[in-house]
């Protein structure tokens, strides 16, 4: 049983995106609400995405940039507050947490699929 929750926490480790279809067929079949249903594969799969990109560019470039994520998600939280504050003059955790958190979620996609279409090409063309 442990082989098999293993195999199936690497593979969404690895595919986040196979977690987020997944968290959202469930959420959809569950809830009927495609909106809060997205929102719900966002949340839930942010970490997979972090975790991916940060294997990703170990493996690529065989060094740890694990200070390097931590500081992009504190200079989004920096700057999300600031915008946030700037906008409301009052600071809202709840929604200031959850903004964050799902900008973390397009900033780690965004550079999880440039990852992978750099790691593709580099082991095709052997740029490494």
């Known amino acids: 049983m442990s082989n098999a929750l293993a195999w199936i926490v690497a593979t969404f480790v690895t595919l986040p995106l196979l977690a987020f279809y997944f968290v959202y067929i469930i959420s959809v ?55 946030h504050w700037k906008l409301y003059k009052d600071i809202e955790l709840k929604k200031l947490i959850k903004g964050i958190w799902r900008l973390n979620f397009l900033l780690f996609l965004i550079v999880y699929f440039l990852l992978s279409i750099y790691g593709l090409f580099s082991r095709i063309f052997m740029i490494t």
């Open 29 to 83: 079949k569950t809830t009927k609400n495609k909106r809060r249903s997205i929102k719900l594969a966002v949340d839930v799969t942010t970490i997979l995405f972090i975790f991916a990109v940060y294997y990703i560019a170990y493996e690529l470039w065989a060094f740890s940039l694990f200070w390097l994520i931590l500081i992009a998600i504190l200079i989004v939280a920096i700057i999300f507050t600031i915008i």
